[in-house]
Nanobody, 129 residues
Framework: QVQVVESGGGLVQAGGSLRLSCTAS????????MGWFRQAPGKEREGVSC????????YYADSVKGRFTISRDNAKNTLYLQMNSLKPEDTAMYYC??????????????????????WGKGTLVTISS
C-alpha cells in the first residue's frame, strides 16, 4: 500500500531555515506529481509548492516564492522543501501529498485536497519571532 511520511519539522527563529523531507512508498511505477501543503490553526489548507514528475515544472504560492525551493529525487522516492528566510506566518502543519493520476500539478485547488490522493500525516513547523 502507498505510504507517505514527512520529516524535518521543528522550531526555528524567524529568518532561519528548515528542510522538510517526504518519502513516498508504493508509487514506484507511477509518474506522479507531488506537492507540499500547509494548514495553520483556524485557517484552510493551502498549497505551498508542487513539482512535476520529472521536476521540469515547479509552482509556488506567492507567499513563499523566492524563499522556498521544492525538489525531488525519484530514485529515492523522496520530496524536499528547502525553506529559507522563514517568517512567523509560515507556522503550520506541513503535509506532503502525491497525485497518482497526473504527471504535472498546479496549486489551483480543484477540491480541498488539490486532486492529491495520498497524504502524509504532516510535520509541524513553528517559527518564533
Amino acid at each position: 500500500q502507498v505510504q507517505v511520511v514527512e520529516s524535518g519539522g521543528g522550531l526555528v527563529q524567524a529568518g532561519g531555515s528548515l528542510r522538510l523531507s517526504c518519502t513516498a512508498s508504493g508509487l514506484t511505477f507511477d509518474a506522479y506529481a507531488m506537492g507540499w501543503f500547509r494548514q495553520a490553526p483556524g485557517k484552510e489548507r493551502e498549497g505551498v509548492s508542487c513539482i512535476s514528475w520529472s521536476g521540469d515544472s515547479t509552482y509556488y504560492a506567492d507567499s513563499v516564492k523566492g524563499r522556498f525551493t521544492i525538489s525531488r529525487d525519484n530514485a529515492k522516492n523522496t520530496l524536499y522543501l528547502q525553506m529559507n528566510s522563514l517568517k512567523p506566518e509560515d507556522t503550520a502543519m506541513y503535509y506532503c501529498a502525491a497525485d497518482p493520476n497526473n504527471e504535472y500539478c498546479s496549486l489551483a485547488p480543484r477540491d480541498p485536497y488539490y486532486g492529491m490522493d495520498y497524504w502524509g500525516k504532516g510535520t509541524l513547523v513553528t517559527i518564533s519571532s
